[in-house]
C-alpha cells in the first residue's frame, strides 16, 4: 500500500513501527520453536515406545521367533511411514522399502 499509493514515511514513523513488528516476529518464532520441541518430544516417545515393544518381545519367552521377527518387521515399517508422512514423502517412494520389510502386504499404499 505505501509503494503503490507513493507514501513517505519518515523515521520516527518507522520507529513507533518497529516495535510492534519486532514482538510479532519474536511471537512467531516463540511458537515456531514451541511447535518444533514438541514434535521432537512426540517423535521421541514413539521411538522409546518401539524400542520398549522391540525389547520386550525379545525377552519373552512365550513368542516363536517368527511372530518376534514379524513383529520387529512391523516395528521397522512403521519408523520408515512415519518418516515418511514427517517429510511429505510420496506413497510410492515408500513401497520397495515395505516390500523388502513385509512382502506381500505392502498393495494397500
Given at each position: 500500500v505505501v509503494f503503490q499509493q507513493k507514501l513517505?514515511?519518515?523515521a520516527?514513523?518507522?520507529g513507533f513501527l518497529a516495535?510492534?513488528?519486532?514482538?510479532?516476529?519474536?511471537?512467531?518464532?516463540n511458537s515456531c520453536v514451541s511447535r518444533f520441541h514438541a514434535a521432537r518430544?512426540?517423535?521421541?516417545?514413539?521411538?522409546f515406545h518401539a524400542r520398549d515393544v522391540a525389547s520386550t518381545l525379545s525377552a519373552s519367552p512365550d513368542v516363536d521367533d517368527a511372530t518376534r521377527a514379524y513383529a520387529c518387521r512391523c516395528l521397522v515399517a512403521y519408523a520408515w511411514c512415519a518418516k515418511a508422512a514427517a517429510a511429505y514423502d510420496a506413497p510410492e517412494a515408500l513401497k520397495p522399502v515395505l516390500d523388502a520389510l513385509l512382502p506381500g502386504e505392502s498393495d494397500d499404499v
Open positions: 513517505k514515511i519518515t520516527n514513523g518507522l516495535s510492534p513488528i519486532g514482538l510479532l516476529l519474536a511471537f512467531r518464532v518430544e512426540t517423535w521421541g516417545k514413539m521411538i
